[in-house]
């Protein structure tokens, strides 16, 4: 994605799924091994970018899609937004 501003950090990288029609959500996955889980791979959702409008959006949840946020105001752990 073009627009994406933000490197993965060290030991992470990003996945792309489809959500809905035009929205695609954007996934951080931790390559380090976890004992507890036996498993690589750990995903945890950084948001979410609607192709139509071309706008990203903070997550509610995995499932819910939240406000519009400005990609410069975002960390490359999370689109949402502090208080």
Same mark, same amino acid.
């Given at each position: 994605?073009?627009?994406?501003?933000?490197?993965?950090? /060290? %030991?992470?990288?990003?996945?792309? #799924?489809?959500? &809905?029609?035009?929205?695609?959500? !954007?996934?951080?996955?931790?390559?380090?091994?976890?004992?507890?889980?036996?498993?690589?791979?750990?995903? /945890? %959702?950084?948001?979410?970018?609607? #192709?139509?409008? &071309?706008?990203?959006?903070?997550? !509610?949840?995995?499932?819910?899609?939240?406000?519009?946020?400005?990609?410069?105001?975002?960390?490359?752990? /999370?689109?949402?937004?502090?208080?």
């Amino acid at each position: 994605m073009n627009s994406f501003a933000h490197l993965a950090p /060290s %030991i992470h990288h990003y996945e792309y #799924t489809d959500f &809905k029609a035009n929205v695609f959500a !954007i996934w951080i996955v931790n390559d380090r091994h976890f004992d507890y889980c036996g498993r690589s791979g750990v995903k /945890s %959702i950084w948001g979410f970018y609607n #192709t139509k409008t &071309k706008q990203f959006h903070s997550p !509610i949840n995995a499932k819910t899609i939240g406000k519009v946020v400005d990609i410069n105001k975002t960390t490359p752990y /999370s689109a949402m937004q502090l208080l």
